[in-house]
């Protein structure tokens, strides 16, 4: 079975980083695409960044372009998102996941971003 587990988030100050880590189990990261989502409280699940297969491009949100990294470490099936420049609107539980809809994601990692 595939498992997605999410860590690295906390509490952070406006401006500061986090950097977020998804251990993949079950699948090959490298052969698919994969995504961080997020959901805020009251708010829908957003789409936060992907990045494709055979790390052949990624794609940003406009709210966290320049200001957030996805990577993935394929030698150890563990995806990455680097996040910088930290907000207040960036409060929220992000997850990994297979697919846009957050269908097959983890269990999620809560980032708050507050003074």
């Known amino acids: 079975a595939v498992q997605l587990v999410e860590t690295g988030g906390g509490l952070v100050q406006p401006g500061g980083s986090l950097r977020l880590s998804c251990a993949a189990s079950?699948?090959?990261?490298?052969?698919?695409?994969m995504y961080w989502l997020r959901q805020a409280p009251g708010k829908r699940l957003e789409w936060v960044s992907f990045?494709?297969?055979?790390?052949?491009?990624?794609e940003y949100a406009d709210s966290v372009k320049g200001r957030f990294t996805i990577s993935r470490d394929n030698t150890k099936n563990t995806l990455y998102l680097q996040m910088n420049s930290l907000k207040t609107e960036d409060t929220a539980m992000y997850y990994c996941?297979?697919?846009?809809?957050?269908?097959?994601r983890g269990q999620g990692t809560q980032v708050t971003v507050s003074s």
């Open positions: 996941a297979t697919d846009i809809l957050g269908s097959h």
């Open positions: 079950g699948i090959t990261i490298t052969n698919i695409y």
């Open positions: 990045i494709k297969n055979d790390d052949l491009g990624t």
